[in-house]
């Protein structure tokens, strides 16, 4: 089984600095690693993924993550952040095995990232 | 590509009636399509997991008669409340994959629809 830890319920960060949002997972197994946004009343986007190679991995709206298997850790970091980045953001993790379907997406309990001007 | 719809996107509906929401792949066949349940600013709690054509498997604590679902085609899964409540006003979101022969496709990643939000009186 697997479960995930996002250490940070709230983030609070001034337009144009730069941010990180940690995640840190369990897992026996290998892993996937996802970052997802979701903005007020929508469902969820995907920012990047980490499936395997390397493990920098660069997302959209210039959002990247590392992945860091010693310290069990998949954090997020933008260099300069909007208004528009204010969101919340949860970070899931998947088996890399395959269960023919039935892989779950275990989530992590969220980060509400605040942008102020 | 990988688009998700949910209708409606949002319900109010009276104490002890049922509500149907749809969840669908537009540009994809979804051979297995997730239910979550988010409660205000809280994550999302996986209700089931539903493949084309066989019965839901539900998580622990999701009662099967209340919260019924159906996967009956590639693009379409629906969840029914039966006999709503106000306990089960909730924002309810689904999500789709899809399974190819040469494995699962973008390491199991899910697409999401835009959520309903459900009120019951």
């Known amino acids: 089984a697997q479960s995930v830890t996002q250490l940070d319920s709230q983030v609070p960060v001034f337009e144009e600095a730069p941010v990180e949002l940690r995640c840190n997972y369990s897992?026996?197994?290998?892993?996937?690693l996802f970052w997802y946004v979701q903005y007020p009343n929508q469902g969820l986007q995907l920012l990047l993924k980490?499936?395997?190679?390397?493990?920098l991995v660069k997302g959209i709206n210039g959002f990247e993550a590392e992945f860091n298997k010693s310290q069990t850790s998949f954090h997020l970091r933008k260099p300069s952040v909007h208004i528009s980045d204010t969101a919340e953001y949860f970070c899931?993790?998947?088996?890399?095995?395959?269960?023919?379907?039935?892989?779950?997406?275990?989530f992590g309990a969220g980060t509400r990232l605040a942008v102020h001007p | 590509g990988a688009v998700v719809s949910q209708h409606p996107s949002w319900v109010i509906c009276k104490s002890g009636t049922s509500v149907k929401i749809e969840c669908r792949s537009l540009?994809?066949?979804?051979?297995?399509m997730f239910w979550y349940r988010q409660f205000p600013k809280q994550s999302l709690m996986l209700m089931a997991t539903?493949?084309?054509?066989?019965?839901?498997?539900?998580e622990q604590g999701v009662e099967k008669d209340k919260f019924l679902i159906n996967h009956a085609s590639l693009t379409l899964s629906t969840l029914t409340v039966t006999s709503a409540h106000p306990e089960d006003s909730s924002f309810y979101i689904c999500?789709?994959?899809?399974?190819?022969?040469?494995?699962?496709?973008?390491?199991?990643?899910?697409?999401f629809g835009p959520g309903t939000r459900l009120t019951v009186l």
């Open positions: 999500s789709a994959r899809y399974y190819e022969r040469e494995g699962p496709v973008g390491g199991h990643e899910q697409f």
């Open positions: 897992s026996s197994v290998s892993v996937y």
């Open positions: 980490y499936l395997s190679g390397s493990t």
């Open positions: 899931a993790v998947s088996s890399a095995w395959d269960f023919g379907g039935y892989n779950k997406l275990i």
């Open positions: 540009d994809f066949q979804a051979t297995t």
């Open positions: 539903s493949n084309e054509g066989s019965k839901a498997t539900y």
